[in-house]
């Protein structure tokens, strides 16, 4: 406990999920944590239960991928907290399940601009207080489905494997000010995960199956830590790198 203590941490897309789940686990480590999105009552109740743990905690309505909203998200946590120290960028929208012949403009748009848009906005907006701090860690969410390149997922898995692109070049050139930028992939029963699986039972046999421990993982007690890893010290000498975190599912 208290591996994160005098940290101040954003989570994009924190309300529920794996952003959630992360944000529990970060808040029980002692970090000061603030959680963006766009449904404010969510916003709301996920800080509650933060704040239940012991920690302080705030949210920051905004949409993913809008410049202005990375940019207003970390000024009102360095305003709030004195700082920042850890940036996850989890938020993301996409259709799962669309064909690639049946991919139009807006759902490219949609997916690209909610997870690459918004990581590189928020990584430039959260640079320059965390070279003030000295150093910080980013933690980029990315997928199988971008390193496998699941049927229905062009969008998303271009926009994943476009994440870990970016984590590499910017862990190059962002190491000399301490700064490391690391990519996990996790495969969690989030609400929208379940709800995807939930119609597609097919699919969630399928998937189930390639995991080689024969479950999907629980968004705080299998994800977190190794969010909590990558954010802390345990993890000072790594960075550039994809940990899969699903189970067995994607071995490389």
Do not use: W
Request: aromatic share 6%.
């Amino acid at each position: 406990m208290g591996r994160l203590s005098g940290k101040v941490a954003i989570i994009t897309g924190g309300g529920q999920g794996v952003g959630l789940g992360v944000a529990r686990t970060f808040a029980r480590e002692g970090a000061k944590v603030v959680i963006t999105g766009r449904n404010a009552d969510k916003l709301e109740g996920a800080v509650a239960e933060l704040k239940a743990l012991g920690t302080e905690a705030a949210y920051v309505v905004g949409t993913n991928g809008v410049r202005a909203d990375a940019d207003n998200a970390v000024a009102e946590t360095v305003k709030q907290f004195g700082g920042l120290d850890i940036l996850v960028n989890n938020a993301q929208t996409s259709a799962p399940g669309t064909m690639f012949e049946d991919v139009d403009d807006a759902t490219i748009a949609l997916t690209i601009e909610s997870g690459l848009y918004g990581t590189i906005h928020h990584m430039q907006a959260a640079l320059p207080h965390m070279k003030k701090r000295g150093g910080g860690s980013i933690i980029n969410v990315g997928s199988r489905e971008g390193i496998f390149g699941g049927v229905g997922f062009a969008p998303y898995a271009a926009t994943k494997e476009a994440i870990r692109g970016l984590t590499r070049t910017t862990a190059r050139e962002l190491g000399k000010h301490k700064i490391r930028v690391n990519v996990f992939c996790p495969a969690a029963l989030s609400p929208i995960a379940k709800t995807y699986l939930d119609s597609h039972p097919a699919e969630a046999e399928m998937y189930r199956k390639e995991i080689s421990l024969g479950y999907f993982g629980d968004c705080e007690d299998d994800i977190g830590p190794v969010a909590l890893f990558l954010a802390s010290d345990d993890s000072r000498y790594v960075t550039g790198q994809t940990i899969n975190v699903d189970g067995g599912q994607m071995m490389l």
